[in-house]
Structure formats: C-alpha cells, structure tokens
C-alpha cells in the first residue's frame, strides 16, 4: 500500500512545524502512479494534493489438466 507524506509549514517563520503525517492512502491496488509517463507532477492547494494516477490491472490464468 502506498501513502504520501506531509509535513506542516510556517510560511512566516519559513520553517516546517511538527512531525511529517501520513497524508493520504491508496486503497485500491490498481492505483498508481504512472511509469510511462517521464515526470509526474502534483498540484497543490490549501486543502488538496492533486497527482497523475493511473488504474492498472491484469489477470492470472490457471490452466489445468495441461499434460492431458
């Protein structure tokens, strides 16, 4: 499972403030951050944390009975 981490910041003293917390969690294993595309960039707002993801899946086939 992946997260981001994020840390608190102190515009006027121009320091980070506290200890880093775990700012989001990816639930679903489809999930991810793209490899094909060559830099992913976030955007970032006072209340959001916006990133390039992309849905992955694939399957697993079981074949039985092959030496018949």
């Given at each position: 499972?992946a997260y981001a981490m994020?840390?608190?910041?102190d515009s006027?003293?121009?320091q980070?403030v506290?200890e880093?917390f775990?700012?989001t ?6 999930l991810?951050?793209?490899?094909q ?5 976030i955007?970032?707002?006072q ?8 849905e992955?899946?694939g399957?697993?086939w079981?074949l ?5």
């Amino acid at each position: 499972m992946a997260y981001a981490m994020g840390i608190r910041f102190d515009s006027t003293a121009g320091q980070p403030v506290g200890e880093a917390f775990r700012a989001t969690e990816f639930n679903n294993p489809s999930l991810m951050i793209p490899d094909q595309i060559p830099f992913v960039e976030i955007s970032l707002t006072q209340n959001e944390l916006v990133l390039t993801m992309e849905e992955r899946s694939g399957s697993v086939w079981v074949l039985d009975n092959v030496d018949r």
